[in-house]
């Protein structure tokens, strides 16, 4: 089955920096896009960021870009998101998603908050 562990969440100052790392396992990764996904207390998931099976292409939210990179790793089976440049707004949990067959995988989620 379809498996994440997320990690590197935690709490940052604001112009700071965090890497988030997401272990994938219980399908073929290196054949599937991956993405990050956010949510903030009260809002609505958003789509983060986007990476092509091989990672030769991505998409990102408007919000983001220019601040987050998202990057995989297809021997380590592991998608990353480097976050610069953190605000407050970017305070959320973060998730891991793959659409497989037309359903919605994700991980357990890792918490960001950005705050002084």
């Known amino acids: 089955q379809v498996q994440f562990v997320e990690s590197g969440g935690g709490l940052v100052q604001p112009g700071g920096s965090l890497r988030l790392s997401c272990a994938a396992s219980?399908?073929?990764?290196?054949?599937?896009?991956m993405s990050w996904y956010r949510q903030a207390p009260g809002k609505e998931r958003e789509l983060v960021a986007t990476?092509?099976?091989?990672?030769?292409?991505?998409n990102y939210a408007d919000s983001v870009k220019g601040r987050f990179t998202i990057s995989r790793d297809n021997a380590k089976n592991t998608v990353y998101l480097q976050m610069n440049s953190l605000k407050a707004e970017d305070t959320a949990v973060y998730y891991c998603?793959?659409?497989?067959?037309?359903?919605?995988?994700w991980g357990q989620g890792t918490q960001v908050t950005v705050s002084s």
């Open positions: 990476i092509t099976s091989t990672g030769g292409s991505t």
């Open positions: 219980g399908f073929p990764f290196s054949s599937y896009a």
């Open positions: 998603n793959v659409v497989r067959y037309r359903e919605n995988y």
